[in-house]
Every structure is written in C-alpha cells, then in structure tokens.
C-alpha cells in the first residue's frame, strides 16, 4: 500500500444533517436544514445528506423521534441550494417504498440504501424503485470491518446490479485502520465494472482522515464526511479538515476551504450539543467493533443501571450485534447489572 493520495479529486457528501443527527439526538429546525445546507452548498459539497440518523422514517421510540417532520428537513434544505444536490438514507425494513417517494417528492435527488454489510440481496427493490423515480444511487454496506474484501467484493456487486451507481465500504463501527479500508476499497475498485466504490468513516479510533485517504489511495470516487465530525460514536470525517487535506495533496475538488471552515465554526458549532471525539466509551466502540449509533444509548442506560457503559459496549462487540439490535443494549445492561457483586439474586 502506497502512502501518496493519487488518482482524481473525489465527490465529497456532507452527512451532517443526517449522520450528525444521532449527535444531535435528531432535534434539528428546519431552520437549522436552511443555515447548514446552505453553508455546505456555498463551501462546495457536491452532495448533502438529510435524514433522520436512521434513514427515511428512522423517527421513532427505537430509534429516537425528530423534532421536525424530515420531509420538512429536506425541502428546507433543498431551497436552500444553488449547486449541491440532496440526498437521504434509506434502511431497508426502517424506511420504505412509499418514504423514498415521499422523499423524492420533498426533493431528495439522490438515496444513499444502506444494508448490513452481508445483506445487499435486500436491497433490490428500493433500487429499482429509485431508478424509475430518477433519483442518483449510492449503496451502503454497513458495518463493512464484519466482513474480508473479496465477501464486501460479492455483495457490492449485487447492488451495482441493482442499480446502484456508487458502492461504499462503511466503516460504521469506526473500527478500521487505514490497510483494512485500503484493502476492502481496492476490492470494490477491482470488481465492480459500471459503479464507483465510496467510504464513510468514522472516528472511533482517530484515525477518520488517515482512512480516507487511504480510500482515496485505493480507488475511492466519493467519499463523506461532516462538519466538525459531528456524527455517530466519536464522529465522522471533518468535512472542513478533509477539505484542507485535499487542497494541501492537490486533489480539491472545488471545496472553499475557508467557507467550509466558517461553515463549522459559526453555522453549526452554536447549535452543537457536544463535540463528538474518541474518547472512552468512543474508542471502546472502535476496539470492540460496535456500531457507532449505540453509544448514546449505552451512555444513557449505563448512568439509569448504574453500569460502566464500556462494559455494555464491549460485551455488545462480543456478540457482534448490528443496526437494528439496538434492543439489546437494555439486554445485556440488565445482564451485567445482575451479575454485579451484591446484586438481588
């Protein structure tokens, strides 16, 4: 693996307004939609990502309800942009058939479908359906450290006959080193004939930007990230950093450094619950190779159990539980507290 980013400057996606929702705890204005798309718009992102955290109808007592209607999001941010496109997450079994229409309709150009790494087969209608919609397509396969490159190869290529126009390798545990992304990056590179191989990062492990690049290196066509890294676990990529990184390796697709740096400081650093970084319940996450959306859950039932929630998190990572098994946090909470010295038999 070479250490010299080469190859064509990427298309950069900003996920704030729906990655950084989990660190939002999904409470964002249309307001907010309005300033943060139209900042992004302004800095030149190509894409930006608006949903609930979860994707299309993630709004709920699971996953944690919005404050606004996304469909409200989505046409506040659509309005807000003169050369960005709009794009949301859709989970297959979270969102569905009719969400993606009524998200076309609020004016999504693009969805991003997001499947478990070893579970592309389940995307195929919602391809076809955003195909006849028009819409621009991306597939996501999660959680993509479960799986080797040759496996990740497999099931990007059934969503490339799907339709999918680009295939990420997502790094949603922020598990990776910069070899693990280069690697399963280089496989989707080699394998796919028709669609671009993308990555999404996150930085459980502080190591968000080196494995970006390291997608670059290996043939990535797109890539995300948000402001501030203002996402799920420690965060995602910094957008502003990521942006700086490109134009100091000669490889600035169009970004204003200065205006997305603006961007982070003054249109979203004011309305920020906190600053998401590695630290320790973050890197517990990336260590143990959990899903980064679970750790403002375990927080939260490990402070009403009274149990430490790198002790939840790190028992999660050894059952390898995935989206959708959120459930089991309170599960296995309830399991350490029994097992706790003096606990009621």
Not at 81 to 101: H, M, Y
Not at 158 to 171: F, I, K, N, P
Request: net charge negative.
């Amino acid at each position: 693996m070479s250490w010299q980013v080469g190859g064509q400057a990427p298309l950069i996606a900003d996920s704030t307004l729906r990655d950084g929702s989990h660190a939002h705890r999904h409470q964002y204005t249309a307001d907010d939609a309005r300033k943060i798309a139209g900042a992004l718009d302004r800095g030149g992102v190509h894409y930006i990502e608006v949903s609930h955290g979860d994707g299309l109808a993630g709004s709920s007592i699971q996953y944690g309800f919005s404050k606004h209607s996304e469909l409200e999001l989505i046409s506040a941010a659509r309005e807000s942009v003169s050369r960005a496109k709009i794009a949301a997450l859709l989970i297959p079994g979270i969102g569905t058939r009719r969400d993606l229409r009524a998200a076309t309709q609020a004016g999504i150009q693009m969805v991003r479908i997001a499947t478990l790494c070893t579970e592309a087969d389940v995307s195929e209608e919602h391809f076809g359906l955003a195909r006849e919609l028009g819409l621009e397509t991306a597939g996501f396969l999660m959680m993509s450290h479960l799986r080797p490159p040759e496996l990740l190869a497999e099931q990007a290529l059934l969503m490339e006959s799907y339709g999918a126009e680009y295939v990420y390798v997502v790094d949603s545990a922020g598990a990776m080193l910069p070899h693990d992304a280069y690697a399963r990056v280089q496989a989707l590179s080699e394998s796919l004939s028709t669609a671009q191989p993308g990555f999404h990062a996150h930085n459980n492990l502080g190591v968000a930007i080196g494995n970006t690049l390291a997608a670059l290196d290996a043939g990535a066509k797109i890539v995300d990230g948000t402001l501030r890294g203002y996402g799920a676990g420690a965060g995602n990529t910094a957008t502003e950093v990521l942006a700086a990184v490109l134009d100091r390796a000669g490889l600035n697709p169009g970004l204003d450094v200065f205006r997305l740096m603006d961007a982070a400081e003054f249109v979203l650093g004011p309305i920020q619950s906190f600053q998401p970084y590695p630290d320790r319940d973050s890197v517990a996450i990336g260590y143990a190779g959990v899903y980064s959306t679970f750790l403002l859950h375990a927080k939260r039932i490990g402070a009403e159990l009274g149990v430490d929630p790198r002790d939840i998190l790190m028992e999660l990572g050894r059952r390898q539980t995935v989206a959708g098994q959120e459930d089991w946090i309170m599960r296995v909470a309830l399991e350490l507290k029994a097992a706790q010295p003096g606990a009621a038999v």
